[in-house]
């Protein structure tokens, strides 16, 4: 996603309010921890309130690609400019569903993979920009990349098993150079 989009959509989520909405709050939320945090559909599916830290500056998964075998539960850090959408979820959302998922349905029961997707198309329509949530994936793995952090930092935050996977499918910059030969 590139900065542009990237601005924009944030200066739409900030300028929404209590008065918006809960299912457009909860659209911009679901996109925004995918965007600041990598995650994939399924580990926002199954995001637990009481792992996400209370400042929002990270999220424990417990329930991530590959449990059983090669994914293993991670600690990952959420960019700032989610803080104010996430903030503003969390007072809206209804706490007379006791759940213990971070985007629930009124039976306290996590959001299908269909609801997020339609959440997420909710937001692609207000940005006239279709995304998907492999791009916001990508998005936040580049960023991080851009920012300096290094290769195999990145591949432990976006819970790969190796490097090559973050180098040849998330991080352009290290694409580039892995193809190139150069080091």
């Known amino acids: 996603m590139e900065r542009p989009i990237f601005d924009k959509f944030f200066e739409a989520a900030d300028s929404l309010t209590a008065e918006s909405g809960y299912m457009r709050i909860r659209a911009y939320a ?12 399924q580990e926002i599916q199954f995001a637990k309130m009481e792992y996400l830290d209370k400042n929002l500056r990270y999220i424990f998964l417990d329930h991530v690609k590959g449990m059983g075998t090669y994914g293993s539960a991670r600690t990952v850090p959420i ?6 959408i996430m903030t503003l979820y969390l007072a809206t959302r209804d706490y007379n569903v006791k759940s213990k998922y971070i985007f629930s349905n009124r039976k306290g029961e996590y959001l299908s993979d269909d609801k997020l997707r339609q959440d997420k198309d909710k937001v692609a329509a207000d940005l006239d920009f279709k995304f998907d949530f492999r791009m916001c994936r990508r998005t936040y793995a580049q960023y991080l990349v851009d920012e300096g952090f290094a290769t195999d930092l990145v591949s432990v935050v976006l819970g790969h098993s190796n490097t090559r996977t973050t180098e040849l499918a998330y991080a352009t910059d290290l694409a580039t150079i892995a193809w190139s030969g150069r080091s």
């Open 30 to 41: 679901v996109t925004a921890l995918a965007i600041c945090a990598g995650l994939r559909t």
């Open 79 to 84: 960019r700032p400019e989610c803080v104010p």
